[in-house]
Nanobody
Framework: QVQLVESGGGLVRPGESLRLSCRFS????????VGWFRQAPGKEREFIAA????????YYADSLEGRFAISRDNAANTCYLQMNDAKHEDTAVYFC??????????????????????WGQGTQVTVSS
């Protein structure tokens, strides 16, 4: 049974950085792309970034590219999300998810939560001074 466990969330001040981790278990990590999403209270789940199985291709939400960076370590079965220059509007629960879909067509399908097979339980990130 595939499981994803996020960690690294917490309280961060505006302008600071934070790195989230997503630990994968119960399957073959390299057969999945990994995406990060977030959901703020009263809002829909929002795509942040995705990385293909090899780590060579990554995709970002247009509005967030530049402050977020996704990476993966296949040897460690872990995916990371680096957030820089934190803003109040980044406050949300952050989720990682695994997709068995292949990397094609510019990774457009990775932006939709319905294309993911497994989800973590989420980790809270609060940006506050």
């Amino acid at each position: 049974q595939v499981q994803l466990v996020e960690s690294g969330g917490g309280l961060v001040r505006p302008g600071e950085s934070l790195r989230l981790s997503c630990r994968f278990s119960g399957g073959t990590f390299m057969t999945y792309a990994v995406g990060w999403f977030r959901q703020a209270p009263g809002k829909e789940r929002e795509f942040i970034a995705a990385v293909a199985w090899s780590g060579r291709n990554s995709y970002y939400a247009d509005s967030l590219e530049g402050r977020f960076a996704i990476s993966r370590d296949n040897a460690a079965n872990t995916c990371y999300l680096q957030m820089n220059d934190a803003k109040h509007e980044d406050t949300a629960v952050y989720f990682c998810a695994a997709s068995s879909l292949a990397d094609y067509d510019g990774g457009v399908h990775y932006r939709a939560s319905r294309h993911y097979d497994y989800w973590g339980q989420g980790t809270q990130v609060t940006v506050s001074s």
